[in-house]
């Protein structure tokens, strides 16, 4: 196998102000199986760096105490940190309000929650959901619930061969009946950025709402739901270097007024007598009970983090990673890259002829690789390449180009083993 040379034009400076970055992630330094970490699952989840771990302690040591709810200097302290947070994350997607963010436990929670809100009180029998072949089950498996409780019905989207939206197609399914439309951003499993803007635009020309899945959009663009005028949007903090057990939900605050609340509970409430509850407004009305303070301070740190190295330089310096490991993995035969549309992220997800992707996850961990195999929660668009699995390496900006020639020099390793 040849390990091609830089045939990219590389910026040196970027790239060594990346790799000081590294520094910063402490799991970088672990060894597994005697080998170096490299870490290339960041779509599933992504590393903490050092700052936001410091956030937490700090929090945790010195700030913690419940939200809203006490006149003490902690509880004050913990509220208006908590509340930061929520400002930060609205000028994180550039929301116009801060009470258009809702704290969740993450996308999916946040789909849910859309879906109890919104879909069980304006989505009746026999109208239509629209989704795409793309989907997360997580903005799959709420819909179907809500349609089989509805009798509301789901159209799908479909995908070209190098798992592009067929935008044409989408514009063809509305009618009378279309109610929702359920649109994820960018591909987890091959990568895909789905061209939203245009989606949301044709969406509303028939008066229906989207709702944005941006779980793997978030950490690698700019999001602006103001540009997007998306009507929802949704995405996880462990996926941006914040922690697990927290994510949000934008909506517009009209849209979000007009929902029925998702759990009921403290907090969410103005009044409540045993006869009759009055809700509180929103964002409150849907954060029932104690939220996730610690956590959504921390998604508030991972967020001042990715903006001291800035959102556009990610991109652009993941870019370069993917172009350089797909070029590197089409010079190996028998390996076939599943999803090549010309716009992605740096997702690449492949296949090798004979082998099963488990084998090659479960080899590459042997060296130290840790890559994703398996469905990728998306089983609908396995079946749409009429493949059970793939082996998936995500790129994030911690990550750097000796790292995706070990991934390569992996792959052909495993080859080499199943040739024997
Ligand atoms: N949507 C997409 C596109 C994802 O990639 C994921 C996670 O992999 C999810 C939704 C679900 O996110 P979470 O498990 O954080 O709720």
């Given at each position: 196998m040849k390990i091609v040379d830089a045939t990219l034009e590389q910026d040196v400076t970027f790239a060594n102000e990346m790799e000081?970055?590294?520094?910063?992630?402490?799991?970088?330094?672990?060894?597994?199986?005697?080998?170096?970490?490299?870490?290339?699952?960041?779509?599933?989840?992504?590393?903490?760096?050092?700052?936001?771990?410091?956030?937490l302690v700090y929090y945790q040591t010195s700030q913690h105490a419940n939200v809203h709810r006490g006149v003490h200097y902690l509880s004050e302290t913990a509220t208006s940190e908590y509340e930061g947070?929520?400002?930060?994350?609205?000028?994180?997607?550039?929301?116009?309000e801060d009470r258009e963010i809702i704290f969740t436990s993450g996308t999916t929670d946040a789909i849910n929650l859309v879906m109890h809100g919104y879909g069980r009180k304006f989505?009746?029998?026999?109208?239509?959901?629209?989704?795409?072949?793309?989907?997360?089950?997580?903005?799959?498996?709420?819909?179907?619930?809500?349609?089989?409780?509805?009798?509301?019905?789901?159209?799908?989207?479909?995908?070209?061969?190098?798992?592009?939206?067929?935008?044409?197609?989408?514009?063809?399914?509305?009618?009378?009946?279309?109610k929702f439309v359920g649109l994820i951003h960018v591909s987890n499993a091959l990568g895909t950025i789905?061209?939203?803007?245009?989606?949301?635009?044709?969406?509303?020309?028939h008066g229906v709402p989207v709702l944005v899945d941006g779980a793997q959009a978030a950490?690698?663009?700019?999001?602006?739901?103001?540009?997007?005028?998306?009507?929802?949007?949704?995405?996880?903090?462990?996926?941006?270097?914040?922690?697990?057990g927290v994510g949000m939900l934008y909506g517009k605050a009209s849209l979000l007024e007009s929902m029925q609340p998702f759990k009921g509970g403290g907090e969410m409430i103005a009044t409540v007598t045993f006869e009759?509850?009055?809700?509180?407004?929103?964002?409150?009305?849907?954060?029932?009970?104690?939220?996730?303070?610690?956590?959504?301070?921390g998604f508030g740190a991972a967020i001042d983090y990715l903006l001291t190295i800035g959102i556009?330089?990610?991109?652009?310096?993941?870019?370069?990673?993917?172009?350089?490991?797909?070029?590197?993995?089409?010079?190996?035969?028998?390996?076939?890259v599943i999803g090549t549309a010309a716009s992605k992220t740096s997702v690449l997800s492949f296949v090798v002829d004979g082998i099963h992707p488990h084998d090659i996850g479960t080899l590459l961990n042997q060296e130290g690789i840790a890559v994703r195999t398996g469905h990728h929660c998306a089983q609908p668009l396995m079946?749409?390449?009429?493949i059970p699995a793939t082996s998936r390496a995500s790129f994030a900006f911690y990550n750097n180009r000796s790292e995706v020639e070990a991934f390569i020099a992996g792959i052909y390793s495993v080859q080499k083993f199943f040739s024997r």
């Open positions: 000081k970055v590294r520094a910063d992630f402490p799991v970088l330094k672990l060894e597994v199986n005697g080998k170096p970490l490299i870490y290339l699952d960041s779509a599933a989840s992504s590393q903490m760096p050092q700052p936001v771990i410091d956030r947070a929520r400002q930060k994350v609205q000028h994180f997607v550039n929301a116009r989505i009746k029998a026999d109208d239509e959901i629209i989704l795409t072949t793309l989907e997360h089950h997580s903005n799959i498996v709420p819909w179907q619930m809500l349609a089989q409780e509805t009798g509301a019905k789901i159209r799908v989207v479909p995908v070209n061969d190098a798992g592009e939206l067929l935008v044409d197609e989408y514009e063809k399914f509305f009618n009378q009946r279309t789905n061209p939203v803007k245009k989606m949301i635009a044709l969406a509303h020309m950490p690698h663009m700019k999001i602006d739901v103001q540009d997007l005028d998306c009507d929802f949007y949704v995405f996880s903090a462990h996926k941006l270097c914040g922690p697990t009759k509850t009055t809700y509180n407004t929103i964002p409150h009305k849907f954060e029932a009970g104690t939220p996730p303070i610690a956590a959504a301070i556009d330089e990610i991109h652009a310096y993941e870019m370069e990673l993917l172009h350089y490991a797909t070029e590197l993995i089409n010079e190996l035969s028998g390996v076939h079946q749409r390449f009429k």
